[in-house]
Every structure is written in C-alpha cells, then in structure tokens.
C-alpha cells in the first residue's frame, strides 16, 4: 500500500473545530488504513492504493457528513511533497529564499489556467512583496512578511485561479514527509 497524505482545508480555524482522535477514528470507520494526523491543522497520513482523485472526494465527503462542515481534501504522495519542497523556487537558504515558516506550497485541486497564474502575479506585483510562481498543481508563494498581513487570502486566490487549495508551509512539509517516509 502507498502511503498518503491528505492535506484538508479549514480545519480548526474559523470555528471548524475537530479533534484529531475524532478524525483518525472516523477516517478509520471509513475503511481507511494506518491513519494518523499530523499537528491539528487537516494533515492526514493513510495507506491505500485507491485513485487519489477518487480520496479526495471519499475524505471530503466524510468531514462534511461526520462534522458538519465542508473541507477540501487535497491527496498527495511522498514523491509529490518532496516535489512541492524541492521545486518551490522561494525555498532553500540563501539570501533570495524567504524563511521555512513564510515559504509555502499550496496544494491546488487541478492545475490553473496559465492566463490566470500570470494575471495574479501581474495583478499582485504592485500591491505586495509576496511573490507567486506555479507548479503541477500547486502554487508556491513566499508570504514575506506573514500570513496575517498579506491580501493573498484563499478565498482571493480560490476566486482568481478557478480551483480549490490549501497551503502548508515548509515547516510543516518537511515535517510531514518525515512522518510518510
């Protein structure tokens, strides 16, 4: 079996609130095997040889009936979060890569239009110092100065690329794909 993860979005925030015994007990009820989450923000690691296009809407399915609410499930391999660090051009060390905590990957439902990648960057390049840049379904961005402070919310971003997301700092990836490996 492969080992997975599914990144889930809006869980524990914005009172999407749901212990992580909670999920894994759940997922585990579903028939998904070896689950375990990592932090409480939707990261959730499992065993399947399933299409993940197929998980992806089995997992958002059973938050949405379990906990009420709906969550984007975004399933990915060991070999694509390795990816989604090593290809971020805002990562790494040096003076032109942001800090692991500013840097993310954001894990995209399909891959956007290149008129719309490049009208966000165009659109953004005057408005902020965040910088942008795409790759296989995700985006990368480097939120320079925080989250918090940034107009590149999800929902702006959901709006301007036609496609759902959720973002992991590099932090937290690396993390992750320690825990899948």
């Known amino acids: ?96 890569h942001g800090s692991d905590k500013m840097v993310h990957s954001i894990f995209l439902s399909q891959q956007p239009e290149t008129a719309a990648v490049e009208a966000l960057i165009a659109e953004h390049r005057a408005k902020g110092s965040e910088r942008l840049a795409v790759g296989d379904r995700v985006l990368y961005l480097d939120y320079v100065h925080g989250v918090g402070v940034s107009d590149l919310s999800n929902k702006l971003l959901e709006r301007r690329l036609g496609c759902k997301g959720t973002a992991r700092n590099m932090t937290s990836l690396k993390r992750i794909l320690g825990k899948m490996d």
């Open 1 to 96: 079996m492969t080992r997975l993860v599914a990144f889930l979005g809006s869980i524990n925030v914005g009172g999407n609130r749901i212990r992580m015994v909670d999920l894994v007990a759940t997922l585990a009820d579903a028939g998904f095997r070896d689950v375990t989450t990592i932090a409480a923000s939707g990261n959730v690691v499992f065993s399947d040889d399933r299409d993940p296009a197929l998980l992806e809407i089995q997992l958002g399915s059973v938050v949405e009936r379990t906990f009420g609410f709906r969550s984007c499930a975004m399933v990915r391999t060991a070999d694509q979060i390795r990816s989604a660090i090593e290809d971020n051009p805002f990562h790494g060390t040096g003076p032109e």
